[in-house]
């Protein structure tokens, strides 16, 4: 068995300098099963950070799908195959009705680069509008969309970023009943200066939950007049689904449907094929049209019997094991119970989430981010078994964030767990 | 069982428009082994179109890996884990020794959109070149690169074509021995142009093999000069390895070792994981670290561990099964024979290509290329029961690439039935 400094040192000279690993003391996972993961000294941690993984690590259903199709016939969609019809079949009958037809990639990062390239298509014009803290995939358009690093030769002119949404609770910021409002003024602002220079407004992409940004808590309806100013300049609406999708939030299949608007594209990635490379694309027949006609996509690939098998027994298995309710109860008294360490807790601000996505802000004494704290709790949460993270603005949010079959004894396994960490850290701290 | 017309109505209603099917009789495949597929109707056909299940449809180790592993843990690579280093391990291994490293992704589209990045970063510049008619991928970026469609907004002054080779076996153009020395210097006027626009040359991207191109015969070395051309200007040369690569083109791993010159960057793609989605950017340690530094890239799937055993159960069954030598010599006898096809029927220009990668120019009565011709001895062929298509600047092209298990007495019934068709096409003709 190889120690970790020959595994780093391997990493280094083989995938490049640079290439971060989770936690102080990195991981290393040889099994997992269900929200349970074991490392390599046979040691045992609940998984509370990996959404691909959705209806639970090597699920056997899928597993057994995966190896049946892999054993029978695996090639692309130039020949006739059920598959990919019966597929998309079901899954657009989990959106709304005119949510009719998909174009089946391989990764988030593709389903987003398809999309963009759609709306500038229908619209007929190039200006994107984001959030200024997000992330939506890593091909050369869409990493320019995201924040983390600047693309080359600068920023382009199509893209333009807007505050995100601070929502309803938090203690880090200032609370505006209207902030939707004044969000929608500066989206009319970018929509003018891409008019002014020629732009012109293609579209608005977000992920409906604002996951990346801290999922701050928006109450439904928040984004309408956001989304009519878009509308009303002619702009299409893309609702990257990547995270929050497939029940992941609770009780709603998407997470647009959560906040309460209709996107005109839908991408998602990640839980779409329980860790099989697998994502889409979803919208009407005729949007889909336009782009394949215009540029005639095909993806090798893409739609292939074996990814299309593994979705499609992940959506039966979400069907079947009940996931989306079962997301949001547990992830409900998950937060309850989570809301009671808040309120035992100096360092933590305002709990927040849905489903089983939530968290809470890390906070220092006066009220503000502690990036350093939220370090330390989430190396000292996997010192004791529990696999979370951060992420937000300030990497000052808990990042919580189980395979949906998780169960409440596991639920209470966590919180019981942070509560020992935060106990532990607040004593070291006075 | 549905019908072909039910099915192509789903498509239609469910993939949307203007999602093409190869074959006039679309071909409903349900089951595949080694180089045979079989339809619906229990029809069987021989595959000499297929390159991504490389080591054949469904190959028992590679399934059993996907299956292994799928049931063991699939996560991403935030965590250590010996499967995605012992397999970078063992690829660079066929590489000369300053491929150490590589980037793990999905499909040969991110690659490549991840290989011209890391050119520009690396150069500074911007400016890629490529062939006038080539598809690397459909990336917005990538997509760019391709001659397909027009680029969203015209094409970008960061791309500049340059003619694809003619080579020395064809009837369809005048043979020119100096014709990499001519195209030597329209690189050079290229570059020139790029150094005045202020764009500079950030790379040189090909295929080795010139595959969609139509694969023409170039002599080893003919890339000398234009390559000379490119370094002195300060680019790199990429090897989009997508469909040569793998010991497809015979004796060699790779097409840039076959006609002998050494690139910057190797990107992988189709066959790697003989159908599971996996792909690789190949290059110096510090090429790969630049580029990770400069856009903290991560690929959610890309690497993971049950991509990694396909992967790498792939590149074993090359090795034991001694497909590398096996694509030679099967292909030398195809090419012999197909040879003999082309003295035969005045309707074949020339033949050409390399191991597993072969096919002829199909002429008009004046030995221009002539599609139509094309397309009916393709649609023959797969009425027939054998599986071919066509490519290159004019669809003229017979494109031959089967699965490389591929035995002499599958090669027989390959040629015996094109004979067939040819025979049976100049007797309708005359």
Request: glycine share 10%.
């Amino acid at each position: 068995m190889e120690t970790h400094s020959t595994l780093l040192e391997r990493r280094t000279n083989l995938l490049g300098p640079s290439v971060p690993t989770f936690y102080e003391d990195p991981v290393h996972i040889v099994r997992g099963k269900g929200v349970w993961l074991w490392d390599n000294s046979g040691r045992k941690y609940l998984d509370c950070y990996n959404n691909v993984p959705h209806v639970g690590h090597c699920h056997p259903k899928v597993v057994e799908a995966i190896y049946n199709q892999s054993s029978t016939l695996n090639t692309h969609t130039r020949y006739l195959h059920e598959g990919i019809l019966d597929y998309v079949d079901h899954l657009t009958s989990k959106f709304s009705e005119k949510f009719t037809s998909a174009i089946i990639a391989c990764s988030g990062s593709e389903a987003n680069d398809v999309a963009l390239r759609m709306a500038q298509v229908i619209s007929g014009n190039k200006g994107i509008i984001c959030t200024d803290n997000t992330y939506h995939g890593n091909t050369s358009l869409v990493s320019q969309i995201g924040s983390r690093t600047v693309p080359i030769g600068g920023y382009s002119n199509i893209i333009s970023q807007i505050p995100s949404p601070i929502g309803t609770k938090t203690r880090y910021d200032k609370i505006d009943e209207n902030e939707n409002e004044k969000l929608a003024n500066i989206v009319q602002e970018k929509i003018d200066e891409f008019q002014e220079s020629g732009v012109g407004l293609a579209c608005l992409i977000i992920c409906p939950f604002f996951a990346n940004e801290g999922f701050p808590t928006l109450r439904k309806g928040f984004l309408e007049p956001i989304i009519s100013k878009v509308r009303a300049a002619g702009g299409l609406v893309i609702a990257d689904e990547v995270q929050p999708g497939f029940g992941r939030v609770g009780n709603n299949w998407w997470g647009h449907q959560s906040i309460g608007f209709e996107p005109d594209i839908v991408t998602l990635g990640k839980p779409m094929g329980n860790g099989y490379p697998v994502a889409a694309i979803v919208s009407s027949n005729e949007n889909i049209g336009i782009f394949r006609k215009r540029f005639r996509y095909f993806n090798t690939f893409g739609g292939n019997p074996v990814a299309m098998a593994a979705a499609q027994s992940t959506l039966k298995v979400i069907e079947e094991e009940n996931l989306v309710q079962h997301a949001y109860t547990v992830g409900q008294r998950a937060l309850h119970k989570l809301n009671n360490l808040v309120a035992k807790y100096d360092c933590l601000g305002v709990a927040r989430g849905s489903g089983l996505f939530f968290g809470a802000e890390v906070c220092d004494g006066e009220g503000n981010p502690d990036a350093h704290m939220t370090k330390l709790i989430v190396n000292s949460m996997r010192e004791k078994g529990v696999l979370i993270n951060s992420l937000g603005r300030h990497k000052s949010i808990l990042k919580i964030r189980p395979p949906l079959p998780i169960e409440n004894q596991e639920i209470d396994f966590l919180i019981n767990t942070l509560d020992e960490v935060l106990d532990s850290l607040a004593r070291s701290h006075n």
